[in-house]
């Protein structure tokens, strides 16, 4: 069975700082997703990555794959208190199909 | 554009009985999927369909749980009869295709079942 580990699990920074959250699994993953959700909604769609090695980036966000594909990791530079929720990776099972979450970091920017 | 819309967004049940929770995808999106959320257990997917048609239910927790989607812009997920264990919050969500399409999640349904 595949399993995505989420570290860490909470994190609580002031206003300005940096951060980074990991997404770390024994086995390859063809590709990775990440959400964030805000209290009260839903996931909402990030970054996709494919290829390993592969650096995207979204405004303050910098997103990485692994070389081998087996780990993901997530930095966000100056944080602000907008960037406060929870932070999910996701792969997609070559098995079923189905998409399968980690258990998500959640985050605190305190102004 | 609207979003996937579920209702109602809150919903506080006595144990035993039914619960109906309702979606309605993004027009034209072809696979609807339902989750569920608890702090202990993270999201998991319960069930989804592919042109209305049931494709995996194997995260469905028991025989209480059912789901049904009659047409392309409606979807039900039905728990009867209702138990505490199953107070979580409840996602749908859809997509164009499945590969690495992002799904588009509504903003979820906070049952608690007392």
């Known amino acids: 069975t595949q399993l995505l580990e989420q570290s860490p699990q909470f994190l609580s920074i002031q206003e300005g700082e940096n951060l980074t959250v990991y997404c770390n699994s024994s086995?390859?993953?063809?590709?990775l997703q990440w959400y964030r959700q805000e209290p009260g909604e839903g996931p909402v769609l990030l970054v996709t990555v494919v290829t390993g090695g592969e650096v995207k980036k979204l405004k303050r966000l910098t997103f990485q794959f692994g070389d081998a594909r087996k780990d993901s990791s997530l930095h966000i530079t100056a944080a602000q208190p907008g960037d406060t929720g929870l932070y999910l990776c996701?792969?997609?099972?070559?098995?079923?199909?189905?998409?399968?979450f980690g258990q998500g970091t959640t985050l605190q920017v305190k102004p | 554009d609207a979003g996937v819309i579920q209702s109602p967004r809150h919903e506080v049940t006595e144990m035993g009985q039914e619960v109906t929770l309702r979606c309605k995808p993004i027009?034209?999106?072809?696979?609807l999927f339902w989750y569920r959320q608890t702090m202990m257990r993270g999201l998991e997917l319960l069930i989804y369909?592919?042109?209305?048609?049931?494709?995996?239910d194997s995260g469905m927790p028991e025989d209480r749980f059912s789901a049904k989607m009659p047409n392309a812009s409606f979807s039900t997920l039905k728990i009867q009869p209702s138990e505490p264990r199953d107070s979580a919050v409840y996602f749908c969500a859809s997509s164009l295709g499945r590969s690495n399409q992002p799904q588009h999640f509504g903003d979820g349904t906070r049952l608690s079942i007392l």
């Open positions: 996701a792969f997609r099972s070559s098995n079923t199909g189905k998409l399968i």
């Open positions: 027009s034209g999106h072809d696979y």
């Open positions: 369909f592919n042109n209305n048609v049931p494709i995996d």
């Open positions: 086995s390859v993953f063809s590709s």
